[in-house]
């Protein structure tokens, strides 16, 4: 996976890794939770994105797999 490179204030990136640290998570595993919930949204509100999400073919047992199927059970897809 390609890192991708942000600036953030070190006062911003002190008080992520504190909420991290927290709910005991890496800072990777918390953004990859918000991008995933993001996309589980555009998935229910954008038709496109959800025609392109559910026509895709995932890996079996991949995170992409595994959020197509509970996506389909929950819109009875």
């Known amino acids: 996976m390609k890192r991708v490179n942000f600036n953030m204030s070190p006062e911003c990136h002190a008080l992520l890794k504190g909420v991290c640290a927290l709910r005991g998570v890496t800072v990777s595993e918390y953004v990859y ?45």
């Open 33 to 77: 939770e918000l991008i995933a919930e993001n996309f589980r949204q555009l998935v229910y509100s954008d038709n496109q994105v959800r025609q392109m999400f559910f026509n895709g073919q995932y890996p079996v047992g991949s995170k992409a797999y595994v959020l197509q199927e509970q996506l389909r059970k929950e819109l009875n897809v």
